[in-house]
């Protein structure tokens, strides 16, 4: 039996998304970008990956209530933005401090710093800005075709859709469903809103949370600009130049056991492993440029 008419199915399905996606026969381009996600692109895709719920060969998909005794919430869905941004802002405190602490490892002039730091600020938060611009564009760009190729699909006749409403049952009989309910299943998601049935459980996306390019350039920029404010705002107002070492090294440092908390908490992992998983690695790369710069310079304070 062919599914319904796509140009009736204009409703919004908030139905919660099955696990994971399914095979499908049209070259989609989707899941062949690789790393398209960046810190910031898309994150809200976490949420389509939820398991089943429940299902009865009455009705659709049932969302938990609120009120089970067992509702929990996983860590991976836990505040996306938040924790990209926490990654954003720690490659921004240790790009500028280690930058900063090298060039001031080979000379004492506080203007020379001073000058790396706010440059080093400006070319890596554009840099995060236009490269996340230009991923995310590109994943939205793939998203929009793939789901342009479902509507082309249904497009072609009842033949063709009678297809695709069989290729979405076999998704959710791959996924555990016996035939009978994968069928009902299909056939009632499909009497919805058939191209976002297909768009979530065939291809993985979300057509209400697609990227948004300019959304995750701006934040980007911000994340690296909050990060490369610490050892900014500790050392370019110190004269002396020891003193100012000091203090790039120790804001670097205390920020980075900040971010490797509260990463570490949004994540689930253990707050000290992850707060010296953070902390041993910037210091690192902190010490190794300024051990270049201090050697090449000569004229360092320490």
Known sequence: MAGPDPELANGVDHTEPLLGTGRHSHNHSHNDLAGRHGHFGHCSHHASQDVLRGASPAGPLTPRS?????????????????????????????????LMLGVGGGSEALQTMRLAGIAAWIAGALS??????????????????????????????????????????????????????ARQVAEQLTEKDVIRAHARDELGIDMDELANPLQAAVVSALAFTAGAAL????????????????????????????????????????????????????????????GVGHTIGGEGAL
């Open 66 to 98: 609120e009120g089970s005794s067992d509702e929990h919430i996983h860590y991976i869905n836990r505040s996306p933005w938040l924790r990209a941004f926490i990654l954003g802002a720690n490659d921004g405190l240790v790009s500028v401090a280690a």
């Open 128 to 181: 995060m800005a236009v490269g996340e611009y230009i991923s995310v564009a590109s994943q939205r760009d793939t998203e929009e075709a793939d789901i342009e190729k479902e509507r082309v699909q249904q497009r072609k006749g009842p033949a063709a859709r009678a297809r695709e409403l069989q290729e979405l049952a076999d998704i959710y009989v791959g996924r555990g469903l016996s035939p009978e309910l």
């Open 231 to 290: 050892p900014l705002g500790a050392g370019v107002f110190i004269a002396d130049p020891k003193m100012r070492l000091i203090a790039v090294a120790v804001a670097a440092m205390i920020g980075l056991v900040v971010f490797g908390l509260t990463g570490s908490l949004l994540g689930g992992a253990k707050p000290i492993v992850g707060a010296l998983r953070v902390l041993v690695g910037g210091c690192i790369a902190l010490a190794i440029t300024y």
